[in-house]
């Protein structure tokens, strides 16, 4: 309960605070990209249910068919907007929603689902969140499975004390740009499961 109350007050107390940041964006996105503003996509919450993340559109409009498509469909602005990572300012009202949490793991596509495997399912147990123990750990330089094994490490140890150090983590490496580094980076590779003779559970 506190950890639900403590991402409320301070999305939205953060929300208040940027939106000047938030409106300009909006501006700038319009007058260099255009409609729609705002990218809506169907993500997997807690437990599996399903909800519609909001960010600010990065890409040229367009059907995503890969990772290496959406690379080229990237745009300078949208570029700027992830490597600042102010592209996920409106995630701040997912988590006032209740949708999400300030520190979890990274809400994925809903088609990822059935790909996971037993122990890449224990991620869903809490609430995907905006920052996490494997964005502070390398972000997309990570491997899938690198990335699943620091969100269940997450799940197991999950404490007020260890968000806020992620938290903290985050800002560090948001203010200086770290773990961007090339623009292969930039979007993760699909993840396409594990192979079948790979232990489920760790």
Same mark, same amino acid.
């Given at each position: 309960?506190?950890?639900?109350?403590? $991402?409320?007050?301070?999305?939205?107390?953060?929300?208040?605070?940027?939106?000047?940041?938030?409106?300009?964006?909006?501006?700038?996105?319009?007058?260099? =990209?255009?409609?729609?503003? @705002? @990218?809506?996509? &169907?993500?997997?919450?807690?437990?599996?249910?399903?909800?519609?993340?909001? #960010?600010? /559109?990065?890409?040229?409009?367009?059907?995503?068919?890969?990772?290496? $498509?959406?690379?080229?469909?990237?745009?300078?602005?949208?570029? @700027?907007? %992830? &490597?600042?990572?102010?592209?996920?300012?409106?995630?701040?009202?997912?988590?006032?929603?209740?949708?999400?949490?300030?520190?979890?793991? /990274?809400?994925?596509?809903?088609?990822?689902?059935?790909?996971?495997?037993? @122990?890449?399912? #224990?991620?869903? $147990?809490? &609430?995907?969140?905006?920052?996490?123990?494997? =964005?502070?750990?390398? %972000?997309? =330089?990570?491997?899938?499975?690198? /990335?699943?094994?620091? $969100?269940?490490?997450?799940?197991?140890?999950?404490?007020?004390?260890?968000?806020?150090?992620? !938290?903290?983590?985050?800002?560090?490496?948001? !203010?200086?740009?770290?773990?961007?580094?090339?623009?292969?980076?930039?979007?993760?590779?699909?993840?396409?499961?594990?192979?079948?003779?790979?232990?489920?559970?760790?």
């Amino acid at each position: 309960m506190f950890k639900v109350l403590f $991402d409320f007050l301070t999305s939205f107390t953060g929300l208040i605070f940027l939106l000047p940041v938030f409106l300009l964006t909006a501006l700038m996105s319009i007058i260099f =990209q255009g409609f729609p503003v @705002f @990218f809506l996509h &169907k993500r997997l919450g807690k437990d599996g249910t399903i909800f519609t993340m909001i #960010k600010f /559109r990065t890409m040229i409009n367009g059907p995503s068919l890969s990772a290496e $498509d959406d690379i080229t469909r990237l745009t300078r602005w949208g570029r @700027f907007l %992830r &490597k600042t990572s102010i592209d996920e300012l409106p995630v701040l009202i997912n988590v006032i929603k209740g949708d999400m949490s300030l520190v979890g793991p /990274r809400p994925l596509p809903v088609k990822y689902l059935s790909r996971f495997n037993s @122990f890449q399912k #224990k991620r869903m $147990d809490v &609430k995907p969140g905006i920052t996490g123990l494997a =964005q502070i750990n390398g %972000r997309n =330089q990570l491997s899938w499975e690198d /990335r699943f094994t620091y $969100d269940v490490e997450y799940t197991r140890g999950k404490s007020f004390f260890l968000d806020l150090g992620i !938290i903290f983590r985050t800002l560090y490496l948001v !203010i200086f740009r770290k773990n961007i580094d090339s623009k292969s980076q930039e979007i993760m590779p699909e993840f396409m499961g594990t192979s079948r003779d790979m232990i489920d559970d760790k």
